[in-house]
């Protein structure tokens, strides 16, 4: 069984990686079998759909167009509790800029593998001006 930095790491290469074999590769490393994927665009099941996805990101198909020659490096380590943890990434562009930046929250299958990855886009929502002010902190 592979170590979770292992397992995370080969998931996020995957990510950046145009090779439709190695991609496979990774995902077998990385991905549950009957693993999902979901984020506020797109929802998957299991590794085939997700790396036709990865590759729709790559070539510019999937999500505008965004994802064409970027590659996601991850941007903290991982935080992890009772087997969930997080992680935050950022889509760096070809001219090496950052495009977007987000987050994945990760349940773990039994074998050490990633079972459900739910990501975020952005930073998180403002909150609402009409919320009561006792309930809310708004940094001051």
């Not at 977007?100 to 990760?106: H, N, P, S």
Request: hydrophobic share 40%; charged share 25%.
């Amino acid at each position: 069984q592979r170590s979770l930095d292992e397992v995370v790491l080969a998931y996020i290469e995957a990510w950046s990686t145009p090779d439709a074999a190695l991609r496979r590769e990774l995902l077998d490393m990385s991905l549950a079998d009957d693993g999902s994927y979901t984020d506020p665009v797109y929802e998957v099941r299991g590794k085939e759909e997700l790396a036709d996805l990865i590759g729709r990101s790559l070539s510019g198909e999937a999500y505008g167009g965004a994802g064409a020659g970027a590659r996601i490096p991850i941007s903290s380590g991982v935080d992890q509790h009772h087997g969930m943890f997080r992680f935050s990434w950022v889509m760096v562009g070809p001219q090496e800029r950052p495009i977007l930046e987000g987050m994945d929250f990760v349940e773990l299958a039994a074998d050490g593998r990633l079972q459900r990855i739910t990501g975020f886009f952005g930073a998180f929502a403002p909150i609402p001006e009409s919320w009561p002010e006792h309930l809310v902190w708004r940094g001051g």
